[in-house]
């Protein structure tokens, strides 16, 4: 898959695409406003300007600093040549998430789409476009053989998840493709208090549940919540601790970055649906508390393949959306 166009701003929230999750808080979004340009844009207005070829206009709406990173003649070139084909876009996915609002929009075919960031002053400080997306068809080959349920209780909001890399950056990476990245939001902010603490965001320390009967095949619980958070220590696996379980047909679930001392399983151990494995924690290559959780064909993190998991009630894990899970 390659990407038309790629250009990221320094200060660009949620859209950094490397085998981490990445996340900042509300003072560097403070901060990105200090060096927006004047002009502000409304999310309704920018796919209608797209689609007319205002570029200049758009243009004018990024921020000073994403400015700098991208040239303006070589953003209309590219933007010309990505609009080939495009008649019209779909509704945006859009979502608000500690301070700012994130949008992805797709083409008529879903072949093509964007993802743009707002910030607080509502200027376009991240834009992405990408090409060759792929079909709901290829996704649709790859869905589990068991049924999983959701593996927390209550309302987690889906801050990566989808079948394609604007909506998911684990696409990219095969072992991971269907992976969801999930937090607890209220009213729009994952944290309550100092950004630098752990216990300040809602998803630490909740309980994570089993999704599925089966057999506890690795149970790590060793390393220490990264501190403070949006730091990370290279010498541990990117996992952290985590629980990965056999649940047969060849499929294996994964659920990682789990709290320090909380894991109440071992190797070997049967569980089931619904069964406490452990809490929501911040180890490993994680820049927040969340839970990671995947199933694959394989029970090493990094081997086989990911598969997209069918839940019980099919609800819709895709970026931006609620889940509610077991009460």
């Known amino acids: ?8 701003a320094p200060t660009a929230l949620l859209l950094v695409f ?15 406003a200090l060096v927006a340009s004047s002009a502000s844009i409304s999310p309704d207005q920018l796919a209608p300007a797209l689609l007319k070829g205002r570029f200049d206009w758009v243009y004018s709406r990024m921020t000073k600093e994403l400015q700098k990173e991208v040239p303006k003649e070589e953003f209309k070139k590219l933007m010309t040549q990505f609009h080939k084909g495009i008649v019209t876009y779909r509704p945006e996915i859009r979502y608000r ?3 700012v609002l994130a949008a992805i929009g797709l083409s008529q075919d879903k072949t093509k789409g964007y993802q743009v960031i707002y910030n607080s002053s509502k200027q376009i400080s991240s834009f992405i476009v990408q090409s060759e997306l792929p079909s709901e068809k290829k996704a649709a080959k790859d869905l589990t053989k ?12 889906v801050f990566w998840g989808g079948t394609n890399v604007l909506v998911n950056y684990h696409y990219a990476i095969p072992a991971q493709r269907y992976a969801a990245d999930l ?26 549940i089993a999704p599925k009967e089966g057999t506890v095949v690795e149970a790590v619980d060793e390393y220490e919540d990264n501190f403070p958070v949006g730091t990370t220590n290279p010498d541990n696996p990117p996992e952290g601790n985590h629980v990965v379980i056999d649940h047969g047909h060849g499929e294996y679930s994964l659920l990682a970055h789990l709290k320090k001392g909380s894991v109440k399983v071992s190797k070997g ?9 452990a809490l929501c924690g911040n180890s490993g290559n994680s820049s927040e508390p969340h839970l990671h959780f995947q199933v694959s064909d394989h029970p090493l993190f990094t081997e086989g393949k990911s598969r997209l998991v069918r839940f019980e009630g099919n609800p819709e894990v895709l970026i931006g959306r609620t889940l509610k899970g077991s009460k």
């Open 1 to 8: 898959m390659k990407p038309v166009y790629w250009f990221i």
């Open 18 to 32: 490397a085998a981490a999750f990445s996340f900042r808080n509300q003072e560097k979004v403070e901060a990105a």
């Open 97 to 99: 998430l500690n301070g």
């Open 146 to 157: 068991n049924v999983y349920s959701l593996p927390f209780k209550g309302d987690w909001f």
């Open 183 to 208: 937090v607890k939001a209220v009213n729009n902010y994952s944290y309550k208090g100092d950004p630098k603490k752990n216990e300040s965001y809602f998803a630490f320390a909740q309980d994570i």
């Open 269 to 277: 151990d049967i569980v089931k649906k619904g069964d406490l494995l």
